[in-house]
């Protein structure tokens, strides 16, 4: 049979079809029972507000190193975890020589009273339920958290304390515990992908009121034993009219933003194995109080580098 030009560029054609399907990766998580592993996340943030035209910038530095533990794989592909925060670091200043701090969870004995509320969780195991596509259900919280937390809440009054209450609340619930492990296990995509795929995941976040990310994750290739994704969000206020009260005062956020950031999953098991990420927002924070002559408008930006590690 003679091979035409015609019959010899279809079958070229449908030649690196077959390779570029051939190319395609799973991505799912693969766990066996009693692995066990740790995670920390480590964040560095600079928070900026102008008042009266003086600006002040607050710096923070966080560390959460949370172990894991396989404890069953079921019948049904999924993975039963343990997770713990086995230790927390904060150390924070500002330009105005104010809100200076430093503590350690596994050196320091004594604990400052604006971090009593973020050690709540240390040393307690959540249970949950993690899929192959990074799904995460079935939360157990440890006994007696939820209202160890809701006191903690009741019993916080001053601005700071309330805004760390704001995020802290995030982990008094099976869905605000499920929220944060979604830092440490991203949802994978359902279809085997190539090099530049891409797929879309939204989420809430707390910062300091509700922010909604939608995030498009893209597959980069596979180099070192690692898959390297490549992830970008867009950040908005989940309610655009949000307000909180503050000390008797009605603060109301006008807020957006972006994350950029890379990821390394282990090509075996889709752990993560590294990863940063920039995340920029900005706005205004509007005060009213029957005290104030006039509402105060308060422009105010956060630039949080995060990173992390798994061992």
Known sequence: MKLTPTLFATALLLSLTLQAEAKKIKLQYQLKAGQEFSITSSANQEMAQEVMGQTTTLFIETSNTYAFKVIEVKADGTFRLSGTMTETILNSSSTMGMGDMKFNSTTDKEVPEAVKPMILTLNEPYLFTLSP??????VLLPEGMQEKIEKNLTEQQDAAGQIVNASLSAVSTAEGF?????????????????????????SKMEQTIQMTAVTEYTYSGTADGCHNVKWVSQITQTDPAASMEIMGMNARFELSGALDGMLKLNEESCLVEGGESITSISGVISIESSELPAPMSIPMSTKTTIRITRK
């Open 178 to 202: 499920a929220k944060t492990m979604g830092g440490f296990f991203i949802a994978l995509p359902t279809e085997p992908v190539q090099k530049k795929d891409n797929w879309s995941v939204e």
């Open 133 to 138: 596509a990074g799904a995460i259900s079935d």
